[in-house]
């Protein structure tokens, strides 16, 4: 079956760690996405990739980093200098040619600090 | 500053009746709507979407319509049934080839009862 697989479903981190959550494809989507969200919040965009070794800074890039060395992967790291990593974080791809601007979500990693 | 707005955190609706979720936007320039339901701890799910070249897009139970001039769109569902309960997201977006990110809203959780 095609579709987006994030892993783990559940991560903790300890202080001045980082961790990697991990988001694969088989869907051939050239673009990917990661957001994350809070209680009662929409989803704000994290980063996002168009195409392989290019990615794109969204609206709270701070203590993040992402690589995209294969179009299907594209794995989120929360870094130490994010003071603030506990919440629900989404992966999410399109075919942005076909789909035009929908975007497919994985089943999410929920991460919290210990 | 919100650019997509969901002004109602919640709203209950009885089975059988029709269930109205409402979404504001402030950006004149996005030109792609979409509407998402996301059940606790997965993944948004796409719903339907509408193009700001029409007034109105609808798929079985579910219609959304779009007031350009108010920056207004609404998504019906009829009739209302136990499984539609959920968190309902808007998103709007730009459709420009390159820049296909979207701008979610912070959701209104809907409860259908019995």
């Known amino acids: 079956d095609g579709g987006i697989t994030q892993s783990p479903k559940y991560l903790f981190r300890k202080e001045g760690q980082n961790v990697t959550l991990s988001c694969e494809q088989n869907l051939n989507h050239d673009a990917m996405y990661w957001y994350r969200q809070d209680p009662g919040q929409g989803l704000r965009l994290i980063y996002y990739s168009q195409i392989v070794n290019d990615f794109q800074k969204g609206d709270i890039a701070e203590g993040y980093s992402v690589s995209r060395e294969k179009k299907e992967s594209f794995p989120l790291t929360v870094t130490s200098a994010q003071k603030n990593p506990t919440a629900f974080y989404l992966c999410a791809s399109t075919n942005r040619k076909r789909d035009k601007n929908i975007q497919y979500f994985g089943a999410g990693t929920r991460l919290s600090v210990l | 500053d919100q650019q997509v707005k969901q002004n109602s955190p919640s709203l209950s609706v009885q089975e059988g009746r029709i269930s109205i979720l409402n979404c504001d936007y402030t950006n004149s320039m996005f030109d792609y709507f979409l509407w998402y339901k996301k059940y606790p701890a997965e993944g948004p799910t796409f719903l339907i979407s509408?193009?700001?070249?029409?007034d109105k897009n609808e798929d079985g139970r579910f219609t959304v319509f779009l007031n350009k001039s108010a920056k207004h769109l609404s998504l019906h569902i009829v009739p209302s049934q136990p499984g539609d309960s959920a968190v309902y997201f808007c998103?709007?977006?730009?459709?420009?080839?390159?820049?296909?990110?979207?701008?979610f809203g912070t959701g209104t959780r809907l409860t259908i009862i019995p």
């Open positions: 998103a709007a977006s730009v459709t420009t080839f390159g820049n296909e990110k979207l701008t």
């Open positions: 509408i193009s700001s070249i029409k």
